[in-house]
């Protein structure tokens, strides 16, 4: 007898950032529409992403919980919080502990922010053993120009290079960094508690596609973490910026969920446990 397709344990959360230049209410009424299970508030100008009281009252309307925070790491955020990174990531822990998120994501430090870089893997660790929720820091890439390219983070674009107590892995920066996603999931194994799902074709740009639509491995990874009982949030993050339409927007983000559910709900592979051993093996069953 066949075995039977498992309910996926991994939730699937819509990236505020997927809505862009909507709003952060806009991505709480799609989410709510089209059915994902809850949302990542991506902290930047929009007022209403910096607003604990306002995220709140948005989740309670459209019964969207928010699953996780991405902390105000980006080039055009850097004033929101405070200038000051740790102050950040302390307000992204309060905001994630407020509303009810498991997890904050954060970038490795930019390479001119000379102290903070020095102290981020010891401080994140410190922040990481204050709380019950997960800081996963979040794998970047080289900036490049023609032929030229400019290591623009600290201590590394690879973060499994360093020791972090959670991963998110972001499969549009492994395009843009030209390098091999399923290796560097394996590196990161039982760390590994943060999805970032889109795709890319290796451009210089950071792409973000709608999975399926570019050279990565999306279907194989989510796969992966189903057969190994992947207990984190899988969060679709694209760039619908170029939709024509509020419809075509809807309907990217659709697309990118169905392609979720589907390689998430695959089959578990004969005897397999439910313990969840480091992302190893075969690519499919």
Not at 52 to 58: E, F, I, N, S
Not at 190 to 195: F, P, Q, S
Not at 203 to 228: F, I, M, N, W, Y
Not at 238 to 247: G, I
Request: charged share 25%.
């Amino acid at each position: 007898m066949a075995e039977p397709v498992r309910v996926p344990t991994a939730k699937v959360a819509l990236s505020t950032a997927s809505v862009y230049p909507e709003s952060t209410a806009t991505a709480f009424e799609i989410a709510a529409r089209l059915g994902y299970d809850g949302v990542e508030v991506m902290v930047w100008t929009d007022p209403v992403s910096q607003d604990v009281d306002a995220l709140r009252r948005l989740s309670d309307q459209h019964r969207v919980p928010v699953l996780a925070v991405h902390a105000p790491c980006l080039l055009i955020t850097q004033r929101v919080w405070s200038t000051d990174p740790w102050t950040k990531l302390q307000r992204a822990r309060a905001a994630a502990e407020r509303l009810g998120a498991s997890t904050v994501v954060v970038h490795p430090p930019f390479r001119w922010q000379r102290q903070y870089s020095r102290d981020f893997v010891t401080g994140i660790w410190r922040m990481a053993e204050e709380t019950d929720v997960r800081f996963a820091v979040e794998n970047m890439y080289p900036w490049r120009y023609r032929d030229r390219e400019m290591l623009a983070y600290a201590p590394e674009w690879d973060v499994t290079k360093d020791d972090y107590r959670h991963f998110t892995v972001d499969l549009s920066h492994t395009a843009t960094a030209r390098t091999d996603a399923v290796a560097m999931v394996d590196r990161m194994g039982d760390r590994l508690a943060h999805v970032h799902l889109a795709d890319g074709n290796g451009s210089a740009k950071d792409e973000h596609l709608v999975p399926g639509r570019g050279t990565q491995p999306c279907a194989e990874l989510l796969e992966r973490l189903a057969r190994t009982s992947f207990d984190g949030h899988v969060v679709i993050e694209v760039n619908t910026r170029r939709a024509m339409s509020a419809a075509e927007r809807e309907a990217d983000l659709a697309e990118a969920l169905a392609f979720a559910r589907l390689h998430l709900a695959t089959t578990p592979a004969p005897g397999h446990p439910r313990s969840r051993p480091p992302l190893t093996g075969p690519a499919r069953p």
